[in-house]
């Protein structure tokens, strides 16, 4: 069963900074890899798409790397604003089997205090 | 539409009870995703629909949850015999295909009293 984790559970930054965070699976033989941002009280807003043949993507400020062997990808952000603050999850599919369901990690709660 | 809809935001009810909650995908997507997130968790797959059919339900955690899709865009999750362990937001999703990005809504707070 796949499994998915995130380190920190939580982060706080001061305004300017570069921060990585970390999401680890289990299960190395994914389809994909999404990163999404949830702000308190909403629904989750996708941010970056890696397809598992892909390495990283990058959008504005969010750059996002995969080293699938080791089962790990970590979302950077670069000169964090406080609007950025939220809780960020990772979520993988698997290859095998028909849905291409998502299995999330418990996610990141970012702070970024300006 | 713009983005996956649902509705409604909340609901509460008493436990026992049966509610409905609906789900509006992105116009022209396959596939339609339901999930279930507790409070500090990542939601949860509950099923998955490809078009019409229910490809896969095995996140379904008992026989009280069921859900359709009729005419291959609105779904609808039905609970009956509601239990207080419900409680959570249900969130659905929609991708393009069954291997692309998952676009997800607001979700729908349920509250089982």
Redesign the interface.
């Given at each position: 069963k796949q499994e998915?984790t995130q380190i920190p559970a939580a982060l706080s930054v001061p305004e300017g900074e570069n921060l990585v965070l970390n999401c680890s699976f289990t299960d190395s033989a994914i389809?994909?890899l999404?990163w999404?941002r949830q702000d308190p009280?909403?629904?989750?807003?996708?941010l970056l798409?890696i397809q598992s043949s892909q390495r990283e993507q990058t959008s504005g400020r969010l750059n996002a790397s995969l080293d699938k062997s080791s089962g790990r990808s970590t979302l950077y952000i670069a000169a964090s604003q406080p609007g950025d603050s939220a809780t960020y999850?990772c979520?993988v599919?698997l290859s095998s089997?028909?849905?291409?369901?998502?299995?999330?990690?418990?996610?990141t709660q970012l702070t970024v205090l300006p | 539409g713009a983005g996956v809809s649902q509705t409604p935001s909340n609901k509460v009810t008493e436990k026992g009870k049966y509610v409905e909650l609906r789900c509006d995908p992105i116009s022209g997507h396959t596939a339609l995703y339901w999930y279930r997130q507790s409070l500090g968790q990542g939601p949860e797959f509950l099923i998955y629909f490809q078009g019409t059919g229910a490809a896969d339900d095995s996140g379904l955690p008992n026989d009280r949850f069921f859900a359709v899709r009729p005419e291959g865009s609105v779904s609808t999750l039905k609970i009956q015999r509601t239990e207080r362990g419900d409680s959570a937001v249900y969130l659905c999703a929609s991708s393009r295909d069954r291997g692309s990005g998952q676009f997800f809504g607001p979700g729908t707070r349920l509250t089982v009293l």
């Amino acid at each position: 069963k796949q499994e998915v984790t995130q380190i920190p559970a939580a982060l706080s930054v001061p305004e300017g900074e570069n921060l990585v965070l970390n999401c680890s699976f289990t299960d190395s033989a994914i389809y994909n890899l999404q990163w999404f941002r949830q702000d308190p009280g909403k629904g989750l807003t996708s941010l970056l798409l890696i397809q598992s043949s892909q390495r990283e993507q990058t959008s504005g400020r969010l750059n996002a790397s995969l080293d699938k062997s080791s089962g790990r990808s970590t979302l950077y952000i670069a000169a964090s604003q406080p609007g950025d603050s939220a809780t960020y999850l990772c979520a993988v599919s698997l290859s095998s089997g028909s849905a291409r369901q998502l299995t999330f990690g418990s996610g990141t709660q970012l702070t970024v205090l300006p | 539409g713009a983005g996956v809809s649902q509705t409604p935001s909340n609901k509460v009810t008493e436990k026992g009870k049966y509610v409905e909650l609906r789900c509006d995908p992105i116009s022209g997507h396959t596939a339609l995703y339901w999930y279930r997130q507790s409070l500090g968790q990542g939601p949860e797959f509950l099923i998955y629909f490809q078009g019409t059919g229910a490809a896969d339900d095995s996140g379904l955690p008992n026989d009280r949850f069921f859900a359709v899709r009729p005419e291959g865009s609105v779904s609808t999750l039905k609970i009956q015999r509601t239990e207080r362990g419900d409680s959570a937001v249900y969130l659905c999703a929609s991708s393009r295909d069954r291997g692309s990005g998952q676009f997800f809504g607001p979700g729908t707070r349920l509250t089982v009293l």
